[in-house]
């Protein structure tokens, strides 16, 4: 009688990521209304940090983008005040860049969605990017160190951009971007195609982690035995804002269905809240 062949071992790796309190001083950041946005609400974060001496794209600039691409925007430009038409000639030699500031008190990567988000429209009309966070409400930001709030974690996209070539969104188009690009997709469909383009226009600005973030997360790796050929599910658990949307029992199909067509595979739980792993641990009988 033959002897059945066991099934490599699932392994299951866990890490707790620091999170950053919540408290009643955060919610009451309401600055003024500006055209239907809060300026300094965590709520209104696409309308972003909004400097004097840049000129404010318009919802009607890129409707003209919608109806007819880049001659579209180039029109725009030339029907608006004397501003804009100052840019026409600088936008033709290709000297224009969109600049993309900080988020306002929100989650991390909201940073890298807002230039996602954002760049998605640009694109339509050839505009590189030039992104500058400094903003005193962004959580992540230390202002002790000479980087600003992107160039901290990221490496730098056309930070030193010339002001006199920048434009920006203002509040109602970067709203319009952010709901447009940057929320979350609900349907499987709609997900692999945002994680589709999203994908691209990563490799295409590019957005890089600073080096100590790879080589942080290659000691993890190689501390816990994992390399290049090994079959990884990640599973992001979010335990601080989220735990009543997605208990650990939620995620463990899927995780089952993972270890059962992949042999030796590993499971790799992030998440900010203990208990969340412990549970995970303790509930999750995945050989």
């Known amino acids: 009688m033959p002897i059945p062949r066991r099934r490599p ?10 999170h950053k ?7 009451r950041l309401h600055g003024p209304v500006v055209r239907g946005c809060f300026s300094r609400c965590n709520h209104y974060t696409p309308c972003l940090v909004r400097p004097k001496d840049i000129a404010q794209l318009d919802r009607a600039v890129f409707k003209a983008v919608e109806a007819n691409g880049s001659f579209g925007f180039g029109q725009a430009l030339l029907a608006g005040g004397a501003a804009h038409r100052r840019l026409y000639s600088r936008y033709q030699q290709g000297r224009l860049a969109l600049r993309i500031t900080g988020p306002l008190q929100d989650g991390f990567w909201v940073r890298a969605t807002v ?3 954002q ?30 709030g992107w160039g901290q974690y990221f490496e730098p996209i056309n930070a030193d951009w010339p002001k006199e070539d920048l434009v920006q969104f203002d509040c109602s188009l970067a709203a319009s971007a952010w709901h447009r690009s940057g929320t979350y997709a609900y349907r499987h469909s709609t997900s692999m195609t945002q994680r589709a383009w999203r994908t691209r226009m990563v490799q295409a600005l590019p957005i890089n982690p600073r080096p100590y973030f790879w080589r942080a997360a290659n000691d993890f790796w190689v501390a816990h035995g994992v390399d290049k050929e090994a079959k990884v599910l990640g599973v992001h658990m979010r335990g601080t ?3 009543c949307h997605a208990q650990p029992k939620a995620y463990l199909k899927f995780a ?6 992949t042999p030796s595979a590993i499971i790799f739980i992030a998440t900010d809240d203990r208990a969340m792993i412990e549970e995970v641990r303790a509930t999750w009988h995945l050989n």
């Open 241 to 243: 804002d989220k735990k």
């Open 115 to 117: 230039v996602l988000a």
């Open 9 to 18: 071992r699932t392994v299951l790796l866990a890490l707790e990521l620091p």
């Open 256 to 261: 089952r269905a993972f270890a059962c067509h």
């Open 21 to 27: 309190e919540s408290t009643a001083a955060d919610c």
């Open 119 to 148: 760049a998605h429209m640009a694109q339509l009309v050839g505009l590189p990017l030039s992104v500058a966070y400094r903003s005193t409400f962004d959580s992540y930001d230390n202002r002790l160190q000479a980087q600003d």
